[in-house]
């Protein structure tokens, strides 16, 4: 089985701030990778897939970068939208879900 | 735009049995792979099954295999979930989800709101 670990677990943050959460696989999976956005009680949010492609309606400030074993989201500028817990996928075999980091306001 | 309606969610003792079903709209139905993504209380996300655009793929986690049968009906735009010998473990939201594209090796670009699966004596 192919595991993903994001980092970190959790973070603080403020508006405005950049904020850059990483996801390392266990084994390559090319670039066979997407980030979720979730809030509480809801269902998650396709954000970036292909590792580094925008889903339709998603922000700019939105991005992500890698390939092979280590993958980043990047938020450029936090909004207060964003305080959620994010989560990487990976899709290259099976299927695959990290434990997930949450973004907290400061 | 893409509706995703569960139901069949509720209460059911261990070694029970349920239905879950997904009302699909809004898309193409049999175009698209579908799947079930499970939630534990304060957990991550975990994928259950996914299922290609006829019942002739399927997919399961180990941790269902042998007791969830996915299935769709394309004349119905329905995702159905049957979930046997239930264990404890197996309380969640269980979310469907539309896969982006025809194969599975694609993430889920569309979910439901999901329906909660308690499974306890």
């Known amino acids: 089985d192919i595991q993903m670990t994001q980092s970190p677990s959790s973070l603080s943050a403020s508006v405005g701030d950049r904020v850059t959460i990483t996801c390392r696989a266990s084994?390559?999976?090319?670039?066979?990778l997407a980030w979720y956005l979730q809030k509480p009680g809801k269902a998650p949010k396709l954000l970036i897939y292909?590792?580094?492609s925008l889903e339709s309606g998603v922000p700019s400030r939105f991005s992500g970068s890698g390939s092979g074993t280590e993958f980043t989201l990047t938020i450029t500028s936090l909004q207060p939208d964003d305080f959620a817990t994010y989560y990487c996928?990976?899709?290259?075999?099976?299927?695959?879900f990290g434990q997930g980091t949450k973004v907290e306001i400061k | 735009e893409v509706q995703l309606l569960e139901s069949g969610g509720g209460l059911v003792q261990p070694g029970g049995s349920l239905r879950l079903s997904c009302a699909a709209s809004?898309?193409?139905?049999?175009?698209?792979?579908m799947s079930w993504v499970r939630q534990a209380p304060g957990k991550g996300l975990e994928w259950v099954s996914i299922?290609?655009?006829?019942?002739?793929?399927?997919y399961y986690a180990d941790s269902v295999k042998g007791r969830f049968t996915i299935s769709r009906d394309n004349s119905k735009n329905t995702l159905n979930l049957e979930m046997n010998s239930l264990r404890a473990e197996d309380t969640a939201v269980y979310y469907c989800?539309?896969?982006?594209?025809?194969?599975?090796?694609?993430?889920?670009?569309?979910w439901g709101h999901g329906t909660l699966v308690a499974v306890s004596s």
């Open positions: 292909k590792a580094s």
């Open positions: 299922v290609i655009v006829s019942d002739d793929i399927t």
């Open positions: 989800a539309k896969m982006k594209g025809v194969g599975a090796y694609v993430p889920s670009d569309s």
């Open positions: 996928q990976q899709y290259d075999f099976y299927w695959t």
């Open positions: 809004g898309f193409t139905f049999s175009n698209y792979a």
């Open positions: 084994q390559s999976i090319s670039n066979r």
